[in-house]
């Protein structure tokens, strides 16, 4: 966080009196913005069809809402296309409107950057995160590639040998991994052998398949093929082994000091007031404190995160900076 700016001392009887001012002024406030509700139905928008990750994401939320009595009155709204981009967009219809949030993902940002989408998070209100997906590397199991220190080694002798599918995308999470743990090892990230199909699971069949040495994922992807013995998880860009995959080490524990996630968020379309903001703050965070929240994203391989909504937008400015520079780096955004 940036350094506040710092005064000159003041005499304290004036302190004293300035800062019951700002106490009666932000009582004030407060009376003059008395608490928001919904008023009518609310509609949780998902960039992805019945059964995709943000579909999930929201039916829990909804679920949990609902048992709860914490807000009936809501439904789920698929809106497919454009990486996220027609969800948004729908959401962000009624600037200022409560009643309609959107689950949010990377791409959020990514496709903005990389001129696939005309928006981003500053066109929309952040309204919390909520989790947060590591993202890891697999080979099949009779790989001869045993750690992430093998796979540099093989890149330092040749970026081309080892083939790897970053999912349906470039410019994505998945390829910042790769990439970074490249730069890490002194090899540009622009002559690896990188590959894309129509996701996950076209790039899991295609691992298993043979026909490429691996695929760098979300978790959630790969964890049940490495639990069965057909895949091999070689690292995950967690800041720490995860309980639920205790024979799997970080990449950061192998050297290589790279932590990569697909984080969540919550966001509503602009102009929203301070008021609909905390409503929707207290919502979410009770919901990623309950016990079902936190079941859902133990079984989805993710990891609990909680940010409420100033937090999140300027760690969004940071992240934004961030995989600008990354994509610059990659020749893919001049």
């Not at 730069?183 to 790039?203: E, H, I, N, Q």
């Not at 994922?217 to 309980?243: E, F």
């Not at 937008?313 to 995989?323: N, S, V």
């Amino acid at each position: 966080m940036n350094p506040g700016m710092i005064s000159a001392p003041r005499p304290a009887l004036c302190r004293g009196a300035m800062i019951a001012a700002i106490a009666m002024l932000f009582a004030a406030t407060c009376a003059a913005q008395p608490a928001w509700k919904p008023e009518r139905a609310v509609e949780i928008v998902v960039g992805s069809a019945a059964g995709g990750g943000n579909d999930r994401v929201g039916r829990t939320m909804l679920r949990i809402w609902q048992e709860n009595k914490w807000l009936e009155n809501a439904a789920v709204i698929n809106k497919v296309g454009g990486g996220g981009s027609i969800a948004y967009a729908y959401t962000n219809q009624n600037a200022g409107d409560g009643h309609r949030i959107a689950v949010a993902r990377t791409g959020l940002l990514t496709n903005h950057i990389l001129g696939l989408s005309p928006i981003s998070y500053t066109d929309m209100t952040p309204l919390a995160m909520i989790a947060d997906d590591p993202m890891s590397l697999t080979v099949r199991a009779d790989s001869p590639m045993k750690s992430v220190k093998d796979l540099v080694a093989r890149w330092n002798t040749d970026p081309q040998s080892i083939s790897i599918s970053l999912g349906s995308s470039r410019g994505s999470t998945t390829h910042f991994l790769v990439a970074l743990i490249a730069k890490s090892g002194g090899v540009d990230p622009r002559r690896l052998k990188v590959l894309t199909f129509g996701g996950a699971k076209d790039s899991i069949t295609n691992l298993l398949g043979g026909h490429i040495d691996m695929v760098s994922l979300a978790l959630g992807n790969v964890v049940t093929y490495h639990k069965a013995g057909t895949l091999r998880i070689i690292g995950v860009a967690s800041a720490k082994r995860l309980a639920s995959l205790p024979d799997v080490p970080t990449i950061r524990e192998q050297g290589v000091d790279v932590v990569q996630g697909g984080w969540t968020l919550i966001v509503g379309p602009k102009g929203l007031s301070p008021a609909q903001i905390a409503y929707w703050e207290s919502l979410l965070e009770r919901t990623a404190e309950h016990a079902a929240w936190k079941k859902f994203i133990e079984n989805d391989s993710g990891e609990l995160l909680f940010m409420k909504s100033q937090p999140t937008r300027d760690f969004l400015k940071k992240e934004y900076d961030t995989d600008r520079a990354l994509l610059v780096e990659l020749g893919m955004v001049k």
